[in-house]
């Protein structure tokens, strides 16, 4: 059901992260397009602000340099600098010098022309006049502007500073002054609308069919307005878009892979046990092993559970295996470990000389942290190296030498060693010469063959001859019968474990089962 769940998320999360990474992708062609409208509007607004600064440096330069001079005016001395600041400022258009409301000579013409002025479109607090619709009868549908101070005046083509180049034709352009709003000089569409938006930085925004940028000059006066067209803002979201939706599909892909991969990972093996060890879906029971001459249970192994949520209890012969295979086992022995360690401590101290048996795999003995976690074991439970037995099988002995390495540093400790399903794989024998052993574990293959009459019945008597050979204990597995539980004892087993007298049992029913095998 959950594997259904995992798989259903995962398919609709892909769908879900392919559509939200086109949407961001066209999203993000269009702020880029908007990004690159501004950045050009920002071009524009900075080349006016640059030629404005210019030009009112000019007409500064220009003022300066007659009031230094000073010629009478209009005398040919005066006229003759006019001429040549004019050759000098490429800013500048002409420059002139007026008393009252008549411009008494200019650079153009000398003193021959004089014109009477109409009165100034605006004064300055500090006498500045300004005229902003200039006409001159020689320069018939040009407009210039004139700024005048103390008879000193500079004639300027609004035309020349709002030229921020061909490539912006269609780009609508207007400085204004700051302090009353009135647009100064102007070229293309402008709506007073847009001077509503204030600009202590600048400013940026849609306005229909405009997408407009605002940004203060220079100077503390005058601030400068740009608008382009929204079919050109358009025209850019259109030409991005196609490589933007590209991004977004391979990113969608991307991220679709990588969910898919990660409900693969969330499905795997590796994961659920992982998953399960933290979540601590595993459990212990612990098989009795029983003295057969007195009845007593003297141990017990320590035979780990997998309680998945999903499936129920998984049996060890399932998962161990797996768990090997994908180089989780040492996982599996810590958490073993733990769990003695949990459940043993009280069992300990009222048995002192019980032990417990864990079994051990090939990985664990590659490592010679095993030993590290027998040790924290021990101080964990306050017992002794002879309350842990440790069980290996042939399958644990597959890289023999270092196998060897770590159990003979193992049994240095104190910790004792048996081998279990004895006789099972192909070299048992070899093994019990190579290895210091304490225990061999007679495997309930054998032991089912006592009393059956089949033919590797009388195998289990030659095992206990080898080990008798050998000076090993042995614990018969997989005791079903009385028969077999007397056939072993009058064999010379005293150790036994099976059905016969207790299957796997939780630590708590363990603990009671010690205490009646002990009082009977
Ligand atoms: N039919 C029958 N079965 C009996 C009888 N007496 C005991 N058994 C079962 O025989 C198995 C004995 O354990 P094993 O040979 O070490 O074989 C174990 C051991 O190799 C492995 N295993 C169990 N726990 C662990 C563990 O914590 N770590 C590792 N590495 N392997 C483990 O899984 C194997 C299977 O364990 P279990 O399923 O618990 O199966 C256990 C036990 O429940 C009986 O009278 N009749």
Known sequence: MRRKVIRNLAALGSICSLFICIVFFAYLAMRNAREKARSELETVVSEVIHRSAMTQAQIDEAVRAQRTAAFAPCSPEHVALMQRQILQASYLKELAYIKGDRMLCSSRSGSTVEIDLEPANHTTATGIRRWNRME??????????????????????????????????????????????IPAYSKGAFRKEWLAHKEDRSVSFFDNEYFVFIHPGSDAYSSVLAAMPTTRVNQMIWAALPSYLAGGVLAGLFSAMTLSAFARYRLSFRSQLLGGLKRREFFLLYQPVVDLRTGECIGAEALIRWNQPETGIISPDVFIPAAEAKGLIQNVTIHVMEMVAEDVGLLLKDFPEFHIAINISAEDLNSE????????????????????????????????????????????????????????????????????????????????????????????????????????????????????????????????????????????????????????
């Open 136 to 181: 001159f009868p020689d320069a018939p549908n040009t407009t210039f502007v004139m700024t005048e101070l103390d008879g000193y005046a500079a004639i300027i083509s609004p035309q020349l500073v709002l030229d921020a180049g061909e490539e912006y034709s269609d780009i609508a352009i207007t400085r204004f002054r700051k302090s009353n709003r």
């Open 369 to 520: 942290k095993t030993e590290q976690h027998l040790q924290e074991l021990l101080r964990a439970t306050g017992g002794s190296p002879k309350n842990i037995l440790i069980e290996i099988t042939e399958r644990s002995l597959m890289d023999p030498d270092k196998a060897k390495k770590v159990l003979d540093s193992i049994r240095k400790k104190g910790f004792e060693i048996a081998i279990d399903d004895f006789g099972i794989g192909n070299s048992s024998l070899s093994y019990l010469s190579t290895y210091e052993l304490d225990y061999l574990k007679i495997d309930k293959v054998f032991v089912d063959g006592i009393g059956d009459g089949r033919t590797n019945s009388p195998l289990w008597f030659h095992i206990i001859e080898i080990a008798r050979a050998l000076g090993l204990k042995l614990i018969a597995e997989g005791v079903e019968t009385e028969e077999q539980r007397s056939t072993l004892l009058q064999a010379g087993v005293h150790l036994a474990q099976g059905w016969y007298f207790a299957k796997p049992l939780p630590i708590n029913e363990l603990h009671t089962f010690i205490r009646d095998s002990r009082v009977s």
